[in-house]
């Protein structure tokens, strides 16, 4: 009567943790593929919504005055911008909800596990000061973003200088620059070209991914 020797049954237990080691590496290399595949694309939908919604907001700018009283070198107009926040009066495209003129502020805020970057909106109805921010409707464009910057161009004929806060009072500036960080990598810019409105035009603003 013939049998397995414990050499012939070592060696085949053996080969059997080889393939069960190999057959789990594969699924965990799916695995993990499937989760990156997932990433890219959720970051892909993140970049196509947010895109939209600022080229439509923040790429119609209206020249509003203020009423506050000025200091030097404030803005005369309800518009404030500095690398980490940007506050206008705009356009709230009729797709979004409610037409017509609002405040925004776009800006990052904290959350978890890292921040979101926020546009906060109010309707505009005639008001020459900012809206209570803390009472304005909100939504998250970017809901896990680590980092956040503005740039704003200050543009002299053919020449383009990018300033991380805008200084003139008496004029808007004609571009932004937005940048965005988030776990998956960093976006690329984001250039909006801020197109000023005069009353009742309901034009389309502008804008273009890459370094500009």
């Known amino acids: 009567m013939s049998g397995f020797t414990l050499v012939e049954i070592l060696v085949v237990m053996t080969l059997m943790s080889m393939v069960m080691l190999a057959l789990g590496a594969a699924m965990r290399t799916i695995a993990q593929t499937e989760e990156r595949v997932d990433q890219r694309l959720q970051r892909a939908d993140d970049l196509r919504v947010a895109t939209s919604f600022l080229s439509s907001t923040l790429g119609r700018i209206s020249p509003r005055k203020s009423a506050a009283p000025t200091q030097v070198g404030q803005s005369l107009y309800l518009f404030a911008g500095d690398q980490n926040a940007v506050i ?62 503005l740039e704003y161009a200050d543009e002299d004929g053919s020449n383009t200088t990018w300033l991380p806060q805008w200084p003139h009072a008496q004029r808007l500036p004609t571009r932004v620059r937005i940048s965005v960080r988030t776990p998956a990598g960093d976006w690329p810019y984001l250039t909006v070209a801020m197109r000023q409105l005069p009353a009742g035009d309901t034009g389309h603003g502008g804008f273009t991914l890459g370094p500009e």
């Not at 309707?123 to 803390?134: C, I, L, M, Q, S």
Request: proline share 8%; glycine share 12%.
């Open 88 to 149: 206008w009066v705009g356009v709230m495209p009729a797709r979004y909800g409610s037409g017509g003129r609002y405040f925004f502020r776009l800006s990052l805020e904290p959350a978890r596990p890292n921040a979101a970057l926020v546009i906060r909106f109010a309707p505009w109805t005639g008001n020459a000061v900012f809206p209570d921010w803390g009472q304005a409707e909100s939504r998250i464009l970017v809901a896990n973003a680590t980092g956040f910057g």
